[in-house]
């Protein structure tokens, strides 16, 4: 996970991090500037706006939390 814009972290660099310009909010489908938050998959790139994600996160919770209760296992426990 990281944020996307300009790098200000390494100056020095003159590097840029990845952008969000152009690419789509995967939770509100809306399109995305800087900065943003990405999470990088291994066939593609998950963006959100940084308003976004705590939503996101609490229904990403609410889900594995139901999930468990539904199926009496915890997530990632071993058996």
């Known amino acids: ?16 991090m990845p952008t969000a310009v152009g690419q789509t909010c995967c939770y509100c489908e809306q399109s995305t500037e800087d900065p943003a938050v990405m999470w990088a ?7 959100l706006h940084v308003l976004c ?6 229904r990403l ?4 939390w ?3 209760r539904r199926t ?3 997530f990632g426990a071993a058996a």
């Not at 996970?1 to 840029?16: A, C, I, K, N, R």
């Not at 994600?53 to 609490?58: C, G, H, S």
């Open 66 to 68: 139901t999930w468990q």
């Open 41 to 47: 998959g291994p066939e593609t790139d998950i963006f």
């Open 53 to 58: 994600v705590p939503d996101f996160v609490t």
């Open 1 to 16: 996970m990281s944020l996307t814009g300009p790098d200000f972290w390494s100056p020095e660099h003159g590097s840029v």
């Open 72 to 74: 009496g296992h915890r």
């Open 61 to 64: 919770h609410v889900d594995l």
